[in-house]
């Protein structure tokens, strides 16, 4: 399993929102870029950038911030946050991002979700899955809905989607440790790699979800706070046999 650190932008700040609320927010610095060299330091593989601006607003809000984290580690990066168009996603891919994170645009438009993977390949592209209680929710994670979780996948699925990232909202930012059970039956519904964030407080964690089989482990407030050392994290979990 693949652990990935993340760098949440806003303001072109690195922060850590609580349950994804922007007025519940921590600075952690004010050089995304730094943070990017100190993880690829650390033994990281890739780094999971979001743009809250843009998750928010619908465009765009971090894209100085998104270059210099690019240009300062050769690590791959997955990028999401406001990316709701195909031409959006290749617009990102071409500004140095490795994949592109769909979310809102799943539910509200998915013919680009479709676009995107026709133009860049399924590889490239994945489908964050941020939920409430099971229900999707969007916009930053501002607006609920009543959308499945598991319905959304299965219809990515049918589009092409080979990739999911799955956060459980009420978990993220919290060191509350993941919805294990969640992941587990999504695990077990939905054939595809899965990435999990949301919650994760302590190395056992990492190594619980590296054994229920999930494919990566998206890791923020507790690399920041030092409650994870993220090398410790990277050499155990490489351990596990899922």
């Keep these: 399993m693949e652990v990935i650190p993340a760098i949440d932008l806003r303001g072109g700040r690195c922060v850590r929102l609580f ?17 990017a060299r100190r993880w690829h330091a650390a033994g990281a593989t890739r780094i999971h950038v979001v743009d809250l601006d843009g998750a928010r607003d619908g465009v765009p809000g971090n894209r100085q ?28 891919i071409e500004s140095g991002a ?14 680009e979700v479709k676009g995107a993977i026709k133009r860049l390949g399924a590889e490239r592209v994945i489908v964050s899955v941020d939920a409430r ?16 979780a598991v319905d959304l996948m299965r219809n990515m699925i049918d589009a092409g989607v080979g990739r999911f990232m799955y956060t459980d909202i009420a978990r ?3 060191s509350a440790h993941p919805n294990f059970e969640s992941i587990e039956a999504i695990l077990g519904l939905i054939d595809r790699p899965i990435i999990a964030a949301g ?20 890791c923020g407030k507790a690399i920041y706070t030092g409650e994870i050392e993220l090398a410790e994290a990277i050499r155990r979990v490489s351990e596990i046999k899922s």
């Design 172 to 174: 993220d930012g919290t």
């Design 199 to 218: 919650g994760i407080a302590e190395i056992a964690d990492l190594e619980r979800l590296a054994r229920i089989g999930v494919e990566a482990a998206v």
């Design 98 to 111: 490795g994949r592109v994170v769909f979310g809102t645009a799943a539910i509200e438009t998915p013919d």
């Design 19 to 35: 349950q994804g609320d922007y007025g519940k927010e921590t600075v952690y610095s004010d050089d995304p870029a730094g943070v």
């Design 65 to 92: 911030a998104v270059a210099r984290i690019a240009a300062a580690t050769p690590l791959p990066i997955q990028l999401g946050g406001g990316i709701r168009t195909a031409v959006g996603a290749v617009g990102a």
């Design 133 to 148: 209680k099971g229900k999707v929710a969007t916009r930053g994670w501002t607006n609920a809905t009543e959308v499945d």
